[in-house]
């Protein structure tokens, strides 16, 4: 653990920065452009044009660029080594330079797909066989050819239409981040999707409304993109042409009585509480396994006890605000987090800016939604699977059969146990389930009728004198630069966020007001947007007058808080689709959890949700990339299953003859002349359409002139099994009716005549021995058939 606090675990709030406030994702395209060129041609130009030199610096401009989208500079993922052929896997070299380059010239313009063949052209044609791996392997697992532009429907493009039959059939059960995400990718890769979902909207724990008149659109659930650089929430927000804006270090802290905290004692603070986090981590390694017994909160309360640290009451209420900000980032208290493994993901936390999305995150949900069919208020009961398939159960009775299905259910719904799943899970899945943590955050959303804050600052902090009340409202956010409206949001984080479940909203709301104003005074006008009655609203309103605060933030300094136009206070632990907001590592637990939980069933059953993905738990981009990590495993299992189908298909409609069989036809021929027999498939083999099969005996002398005519197999598969191949004599087959067999016969009397007349004029295509047993497998059971049929109807009547 650095000293350095890192933005998704530990929030910066440095002194403001002289950078722009507003944050343009497509900035980064003039960056990669600078290098990449304007155009493809133009691209294809300058390589061919590059010295040695200039190549190398370039190959290390777009390993900075994978770097920055997740991927090792030098190294293979760990996904990445079993899905490469063999040699590649093995000398892995050029083929990661290869990939790097693919991932960075998508990334210039990831508004349109990048086709192989744009990519060859780019590259030397000795690694062509490194071009066809990785781009492969990057389209297939979703890190590039991805999104919601136009240029990416939900369809399959033409060149990936599935053959041979109907596509295989998906089931997602949930239209949040993930499910759309999975349910949009598998149709691009030509599967067949049905999205089932509970509500009555898209998006699931990613929720914007609009409030005050409809004006102002209002994050309820997840909001804040964490790090632009890798995140693929940036590169869809770039697609659609949506302006980012970046939330801004400086985050003023406010004491109960409005005093701001001094800049001095806010950075010694901080400081105190990086330390803790240093020394707990020290202290864990120390501990071994002894660790996985304790908690983060435990240790970090034994350590400030140790180090008499934040003594004054001044100093406990930051300390305390810090410790609140930790509980939000984790969705957890303290109390539960593990000490050995709460912090496993940050090697992987995403580089850059955090930012809002102008126009809520809704924004993206609509888009994924685009093209992809939802069934909304399908609320799924049961998922049964077996050896057939999936089925799938909803509210009511209705049951929806497909070939897989894709479970997006948040783990708080997996651990309540609302849903069935029958055969029941497996006990490594069930245990990691009740291990792993899922805790509660809770927000106050109020529109105003105009900003009556700092417009310089996206977000401020309030203390807290009762420390187990320090997780209530200690955060603002602020949205007037994104949302159309004067927009404020106090987070409820730790145990003030269980509190909170129980509160009324209108107490909510002044407890809210009471930290911005100097005191409760306001109108009693807006009760109506709470939905409460007129006497509910005056006893509450008596017992919050005489619990007031004595001071406000904004009161004091005679700025005049309004009321709010409208507000909406959450309650996402009383939410029967998710009964929390996200996962942590609890006592107990590990990021092996998160793995565990992934793992597909029987390549029936697939997992998806943030709470599935290892390295970016607790994330909206940790959803949308479970559900593209899950689209590949289910393409991969459909073809697996279409392909050993196939050969099932195979072995039961062309089941091979008993071992000469074929000989044995042709003993007895039904007509025979020159170098030709011929046995048909009929009762009457007179029939002019009764099939059958021809045998040509040749030898090399015959052959030779016929070397231009296509033939299927080499003289090795000419042959019965035990017969020497280079014998002078052997025989070729072919599918022939009896009226074509009629017209050799008469055509000629020289044999090479008729040969030419089967190939040419017939084209009827000559096979050898093992590949007319398995092509014409049907036709020689049908011969065998026809024969005994015969011979019954030969047989004198008793």
């Known amino acids: 653990m650095s000293a350095s606090p890192s933005p998704p675990r530990r929030p910066q709030r440095r002194a403001a920065s002289s950078r722009p406030a507003s944050y343009d994702e497509s900035l980064l395209d003039v960056e990669l452009q600078a ?25 290390e401009k777009e390993a900075l660029i994978a770097l920055s989208v997740g991927f090792p500079i030098d190294e293979l993922l760990p996904e990445e080594r079993p899905l490469l052929p063999g040699p590649v896997a093995d000398a892995p070299n050029d083929y990661i330079v290869v990939r790097n380059h693919i991932l960075a010239s998508w990334r210039a313009d990831p508004a349109a797909p990048l086709p192989r063949a744009r990519v060859l052209e780019t590259v030397a044609a000795t690694y062509d066989h490194l071009v066809v791996a990785a781009h492969g392997f990057l389209a297939r697992e979703g890190h590039i050819n991805f999104g919601v532009s136009t240029a990416f429907p939900a369809a399959a493009p033409p060149d990936v239409a599935p053959q041979g039959g109907p596509a295989a059939s998906v089931l997602v059960v949930g239209a949040g981040l993930a499910g759309l995400a999975a349910a949009r990718q598998l149709l691009r890769f030509g599967l067949r999707v049905l999205v089932l979902e509970g509500r009555a909207r898209p998006g699931g724990r990613v929720y914007t409304t609009r409030l005050g008149g409809d004006k102002a ?29 970046k939330v801004r270090d400086r985050c003023p802290l406010y004491y109960p009585d409005g005093r701001t905290v001094e800049t001095r004692l806010d950075r010694s603070i901080d400081l105190v509480f990086n330390t803790l986090l240093d020394h707990a981590t020290r202290l864990r390694e120390s501990l071994s396994q002894a660790a996985e017994r304790i908690s983060l909160g435990e240790a970090i309360e034994k350590l400030r006890r140790l180090y008499h640290v934040a003594r004054t009451e001044e100093e406990r209420m930051i300390l305390d605000w810090h410790f609140a900000n930790l509980e939000f980032s984790n969705a957890g208290c303290l109390s539960e987090l593990s000490l050995a493994h709460w912090d496993q993901d940050d090697p992987y936390e995403m580089g850059g800016d955090h930012c809002f999305l102008a126009g809520g995150n809704s924004r993206l949900v609509h888009a994924l939604c685009d093209g992809v069919p939802v069934l909304y208020e399908k609320t799924v009961k049961r998922i049964e699977h077996g050896v057939d398939g999936v089925s799938v159960t909803v509210e009511g009775g209705q049951v929806f059969q497909a070939d897989m299905a894709l479970c997006t259910i948040p783990l708080g719904v997996l651990k309540s146990g609302s849903v069935v799943f029958d055969p029941e899970l497996p006990e490594e899945k069930l245990g990691a389930i009740q291990r792993l943590g899922f805790g509660l955050l809770n927000k106050v959303a109020m529109v105003f009728p105009h900003v009556f804050w700092d417009e310089e600052i996206d977000t401020f902090g309030c203390l807290n004198k009762d420390s ?5 409202f200690f955060l603002f956010y602020s949205y007037h630069t994104v949302s159309g409206g004067a927009v404020l949001i106090a987070l409820v984080a730790g145990e003030a966020a269980l509190d909170f479940e129980k509160v009324d909203p209108v107490v909510a709301l002044h407890r809210v007001l009471g930290i911005l104003r100097e005191d409760y005074d306001c109108d009693i006008s807006y009760k109506k947007n709470l939905q409460v009655s007129h006497d509910s609203f005056a006893d509450i309103m008596g017992t919050l007058i005489a619990h007031r605060w004595p001071h406000g933030i904004y009161g004091p300094k005679g700025v005049t808080v309004p009321d709010p136009i409208q507000s909406v206070c959450t309650r996402w632990g009383n939410d029967p689709f998710c009964s929390g907001s996200y996962s942590h590592i609890r006592v107990g637990s590990s990021g092996a959890d998160y793995d565990i939980l992934a793992e597909s069933i029987n390549e029936r059953v697939f997992f998806a949700g943030e709470a599935t993905n290892r390295a970016y738990p ?69 029939d002019p359409e009764a099939p059958g099969l021809a045998r040509i005996s040749l030898d090399k002398r015959l052959l030779l002139p016929l070397k231009n005519h296509e033939l299927k197999e080499d003289q090795k598969d000419q042959a019965p099994a035990g017969q020497k191949v280079d014998r002078e004599t052997f025989y070729l087959y072919a599918t022939i009716s009896r009226e074509q067999a009629d017209r050799l016969r008469h055509s000629s009397d020289d044999d090479k005549s008729r040969l030419e007349l089967l190939c040419k004029d017939l084209s009827v295509k000559l096979m050898g021995y093992n590949c007319t047993c398995d092509e014409g497998s049907d036709l020689i059971l049908g011969i065998l058939s026809a024969r005994k049929a015969r011979k019954r109807l030969q047989r004198p009547k008793t």
């Open 217 to 245: 659109a209002v994050e309820l659930g997840g909001s804040v993109i964490t790090g632009i650089h890798a995140n693929p929430l940036g590169v869809l927000a770039r697609q659609l042409g949506i302006p980012l804006h």
């Open 468 to 472: 187990s009340k320090r997780g209530e």
């Open 618 to 686: 607790a994330t909206m981009h940790g959803a949308l990339l479970s559900g593209l990590r899950e689209a590949s495993k289910i393409l991969r299992a459909a073809e697996s299953r279409a392909d050993t189908d196939h050969k099932k298909y195979s072995l039961q409609k062309s089941l091979r003859p008993p071992n000469g069989a074929l000989e044995d036809l042709f003993v007895e021929p039904d007509l025979a002349f020159g170098r030709f027999s011929f046995v048909f498939s009929s009762v009457t083999p007179d």
């Open 35 to 59: 290098y990449l060129g304007d155009a493809p041609s133009r691209r294809i130009r300058r390589l061919r044009r590059l010295s040695a030199e200039e190549r190398q610096r370039e190959t």
